[in-house]
């Protein structure tokens, strides 16, 4: 049985999980990030004080098995109010069934582990860390991003061209004890795809996790993103992903996965009129990189009552699932 960690979060995590769980002989552990802010997380993080909850539901959906057969649990998951005013719209129903069951059990491990026992997980998933933590990012010009929801999503009066020049989380916290072993006792390491900074870099910034990383025996495998985010990598090529990944990790990347599918004009064109454009691939006589087609045909459609703003395009999770098991039978 090979190890695989899968360290991120967000829609990328869970396309990644979705693809991998159907693996077979592979243990799978997701560990995510413990510092989201936004939309309905962040609401009900500062409501309650508990940790963010959100990234966690994403890889609870993702790695559920089917109940008889039936999707019903993991679309339950996911629902997300549309009406409801201040109240209830915005909010996903995973979100509040965490919450709820924090509530109920007195303890957010506790919470964690009933709602994978109740989705009838195939997998762990830890947060990164169990501390109280806030994702700070100072940029090239010296000023600083106070919180995951504001480097997300910069002021506008913010240069979203100014490029973060380091990230930390505040007040200084430990990384949970099985996500240390989680990553020690691993095989391959997965990172991405998803926003550099507050999906990815947001888990190793904490505590010894870096260090972590850098002392497993793992081989570690990119994914990178099929477009750039303005405000945290605005006009970012792959060298520019990998060399900050590989800065805080400080260790080399084995494998970078790269999509090499053209992108549909018409999102393109509406990824640009936001300053957002698809990531050029600049390591092309670079042994490390596998080119796949690795894009999904699926058209993504955003909710008006999530208050987070969505990708419009998605990797494949089947071809993602295909690529990584060829490397691991390597």
């Given at each position: 049985?090979?190890?695989?960690?899968?360290?991120?979060?967000?829609?990328?995590?869970?396309?990644?999980?979705?693809?991998?769980?159907?693996?077979?002989?592979?243990?799978?552990?997701?560990?995510?990030?413990?510092?989201?802010?936004?939309?309905?997380?962040?609401?009900?993080?500062?409501?309650?004080?508990?940790?963010?909850?959100?990234?966690?539901?994403?890889?609870?959906?993702?790695?559920?098995?089917?109940?008889?057969?039936?999707?019903?649990?993991?679309?339950?998951?996911?629902?997300?109010?549309?009406k409801g005013g201040t109240g209830l719209e915005g909010?996903?129903?995973?979100?509040?069934?965490?919450?709820?069951?924090?509530?109920?059990?007195?303890?957010?491990?506790?919470?964690?582990?009933?709602?994978?026992?109740?989705?009838?997980?195939?997998?762990?998933?830890?947060?990164?860390?169990?501390?109280?933590?806030?994702?700070?990012?100072?940029?090239?010009?010296?000023?600083?991003?106070?919180?995951?929801?504001?480097?997300?999503?910069?002021?506008?009066?913010?240069?979203?061209?100014?490029?973060?020049?380091?990230?930390?989380?505040?007040?200084?916290?430990?990384?949970?004890?099985?996500?240390?072993?989680?990553?020690?006792?691993?095989?391959?390491?997965?990172?991405?795809?998803?926003?550099?900074?507050?999906?990815?870099?947001?888990?190793?910034?904490?505590?010894?996790?870096?260090?972590?990383?850098?002392?497993?025996?793992?081989?570690?495998?990119?994914?990178?993103?099929?477009?750039?985010?303005?405000?945290?990598?605005?006009?970012?090529?792959?060298?520019?992903?990998?060399?900050?990944?590989?800065?805080?990790?400080?260790?080399?990347?084995?494998?970078?996965?790269?999509?090499?599918?053209?992108?549909?004009?018409?999102?393109?064109?509406?990824?640009?009129?936001?300053?957002t454009y698809p990531v050029k691939d600049d390591m092309?006589?670079?042994?490390?990189?596998?080119?796949?087609?690795?894009?999904?045909?699926?058209?993504?459609?955003?909710?008006?009552?999530?208050?987070?703003?969505?990708?419009?395009?998605?990797?494949?999770?089947?071809?993602?699932?295909?690529?990584?098991?060829?490397?691991?039978?390597?």
């Open positions: 049985m090979k190890n695989i960690v899968v360290i991120g979060g967000g829609t990328g995590t869970y396309t990644v999980l979705t693809g991998i769980k159907n693996i077979t002989d592979i243990n799978i552990t997701a560990i995510v990030s413990s510092a989201d802010s936004g939309g309905s997380t962040g609401v009900l993080r500062d409501g309650f004080g508990y940790l963010p909850v959100g990234d966690f539901r994403q890889c609870l959906v993702a790695l559920a098995e089917n109940q008889n057969g039936e999707n019903i649990l993991r679309e339950l998951f996911q629902y997300r109010f549309q909010h996903n129903f995973g979100n509040l069934f965490i919450t709820a069951l924090t509530d109920i059990l007195g303890s957010e491990k506790e919470a964690f582990r009933k709602a994978s026992n109740i989705l009838n997980v195939k997998g762990r998933i830890f947060p990164v860390t169990f501390d109280n933590v806030q994702l700070i990012a100072q940029y090239e010009d010296g000023s600083i991003g106070y919180g995951e929801a504001m480097i997300d999503s910069p002021p506008v009066q913010h240069n979203g061209e100014i490029k973060i020049a380091k990230l930390w989380v505040q007040p200084k916290a430990e990384i949970y004890k099985k996500s240390k072993e989680a990553i020690l006792g691993a095989d391959l390491i997965i990172f991405g795809p998803g926003d550099l900074y507050t999906s990815v870099l947001a888990n190793v910034v904490v505590g010894d996790c870096a260090n972590f990383i850098s002392k497993s025996k793992a081989k570690i495998l990119y994914i990178t993103n099929l477009v750039s985010k303005y405000g945290q990598t605005h006009n970012f090529k792959t060298s520019n992903y990998v060399n900050e990944i590989e800065k805080y990790i400080k260790r080399k990347i084995n494998y970078i996965l790269v999509n090499n599918a053209s992108l549909p004009r018409d999102i393109v064109t509406r990824y640009s009129e936001e300053n092309k006589n670079d042994a490390r990189v596998i080119k796949k087609d690795l894009l999904s045909n699926i058209s993504i459609s955003q909710m008006k009552s999530d208050k987070v703003k969505r990708s419009l395009l998605r990797h494949d999770s089947q071809k993602i699932a295909d690529t990584i098991q060829s490397i691991i039978l390597n």
